[in-house]
């Protein structure tokens, strides 16, 4: 499997906005999605797409302010970042997986290395 590569993220006020990408999506992926995981925190799940059709899923958390999106072309997924607060801090890892979004939730299959959001006030 090639390994999923995040970037986009960094330091940003309160109600800024990011972008995240995450590239290097293999044919057999049927849904991607993100996680972040803020120190002494469970890792928690944000958000997922299936490539098919382009379903979604969202965190409670973020419904409303961050949106996932997929570049077929290209094998990259996106996280918009919008109206971000302090408590978005976190590594966002971009994960896959060859079932659907109730899977990903529960048994992503690869991992990428993670990128640092950082929000400040």
């Known amino acids: 499997q090639v390994q999923l590569v995040e970037s986009g993220g960094g330091l940003v006020q309160a109600g800024g906005s990011l972008r995240l990408s995450c590239a290097g999506r293999k044919f057999s992926s049927n849904v991607m999605g993100w996680f972040r995981q803020a120190p002494g925190k469970e890792r928690e799940f944000v958000a997922g797409?299936?490539?098919?059709?382009?379903?979604?899923a969202y965190a409670d958390s973020v419904k409303g302010r961050f949106t996932i999106s997929r570049d077929s072309p290209k094998n990259t997924v996106y996280l918009q970042m919008n109206s971000l607060k302090p408590e978005d801090t976190a590594v966002y890892y971009c994960?896959?997986?060859?079932?659907?979004?109730?899977?990903?939730?529960?048994?992503?299959?690869?991992w990428g290395q993670g990128t640092q959001v950082t929000v400040s006030s």
């Open positions: 797409i299936r490539w098919n059709g382009g379903s979604t």
């Open positions: 994960a896959a997986a060859s079932g659907s979004i109730v899977i990903l939730r529960t048994t992503p299959e690869y």
